[in-house]
């Protein structure tokens, strides 16, 4: 599990009808519950040890964009893909964050 303190911020933006959709999350403010599965899925994806990664756009239409900025204890990260480049270890991450926003949206 993650033994620091962490903050990410999520977007999807793009898609048909281009709404974005956001949330931050701070490790501390989450319930323990949802502290853990995060913390998983964070050590799963390894996205406090992989470098800054900037994906472009690709001329796909209506397709999904999503950026994802971290703060692992003092160091932060920026990341950003599309639906055709996430890579695959980022997924159950980035589908528990759009859960996230959803939430919080409604």
Same mark, same amino acid.
Do not use: H
């Given at each position: 599990?993650?033994? #620091?303190?962490?903050?990410?911020?999520?977007?999807?933006?793009?898609?048909?009808?281009?709404?974005?959709? @956001? =949330?931050?999350? $701070? $490790?501390?403010?989450? *319930?323990? +519950? %949802?502290? %853990?599965?995060?913390? +998983?899925?964070?050590?799963? $994806?390894?996205?406090?040890?992989?470098?800054?990664?900037?994906?472009?756009? @690709? *001329?796909?239409?209506?397709?999904?964009?999503?950026?994802?900025?971290? +703060?692992?204890?003092? =160091?932060? +990260? #920026?990341? $950003?893909?599309?639906?055709?480049? =996430?890579?695959?270890?980022?997924?159950?991450?980035?589908?528990?964050?759009? #859960?996230?926003?959803?939430?919080?949206?409604?």
């Amino acid at each position: 599990m993650m033994n #620091q303190p962490y903050t990410i911020f999520f977007e999807r933006s793009g898609g048909f009808t281009g709404i974005p959709l @956001s =949330v931050q999350v $701070s $490790s501390v403010e989450l *319930a323990k +519950k %949802d502290r %853990d599965r995060l913390d +998983k899925l964070m050590v799963e $994806s390894d996205i406090c040890n992989l470098k800054n990664i900037k994906n472009e756009n @690709s *001329a796909i239409r209506d397709q999904f964009d999503y950026l994802i900025r971290v +703060k692992c204890d003092t =160091v932060e +990260k #920026q990341f $950003s893909f599309s639906d055709n480049t =996430v890579p695959t270890d980022f997924l159950p991450l980035i589908n528990y964050l759009l #859960q996230l926003a959803l939430w919080k949206k409604s």
